[in-house]
């Protein structure tokens, strides 16, 4: 900022050197750590992002119930002080949700539980699974799309 009041085009925390959710074209990435009390910061960024290609505020419910049980899935399958990656991707017609978490080896998600039910009924579709990172840790990956004809207005 300069001392005439202008903001800098960076955002309000772009000097502090603070990780948080950067443009990348149509992507929209944030990187927090696996731990219930960041899912409000991942719940927002889910909403301002909807929010831009969303006629409705159910749509925008719709996109932040959906981010917000993928994210609770791999927090609760991370391993101690992992960091879940989590990108939103613009679609013409559609919002892609891609997450990621190292986990032990051999966990995966509950795709019987109530709310991974909520999640499908509410995606056009969802993948997941487990793949070796970059570092070879087992990490957990859950895809989601959000089309518009299904959810986004």
Do not use: K, Q
């Not at 925008?60 to 991370?78: F, G, H, K, P, R």
């Not at 080896?105 to 539980?113: E, K, V």
């Not at 579709?125 to 487990?130: A, N, T």
């Amino acid at each position: 900022m300069s001392g005439r009041g202008e903001r800098d085009s960076r955002g309000p925390l772009a000097g502090l050197g603070l990780p948080g959710p950067r443009p990348v074209g149509d992507r929209v990435v944030v990187r927090v750590r696996a731990d219930p009390v960041n899912l409000p910061v991942v719940r927002e960024i889910a909403a301002t992002t909807a929010a831009a290609g969303v006629d409705t505020l159910a749509a925008t419910a719709d996109v932040v119930l959906a981010v917000d049980e993928v994210c609770t899935t791999l927090i609760a399958l991370a391993e101690p002080g992992a960091v879940v990656d989590c990108a939103f991707v613009r679609h013409a017609g559609a919002l892609g949700i891609e997450a990621s978490v190292p986990a032990p080896r051999g966990a995966a998600p509950d795709t019987t539980s109530f709310g991974w039910r909520v999640l499908t009924a509410l995606a056009t579709s969802v993948d997941c699974g487990v793949r070796p990172g970059p570092d070879g840790r087992a990490t957990v990956h859950i895809s989601v799309v959000l089309a518009r004809t299904a959810v986004l207005g």
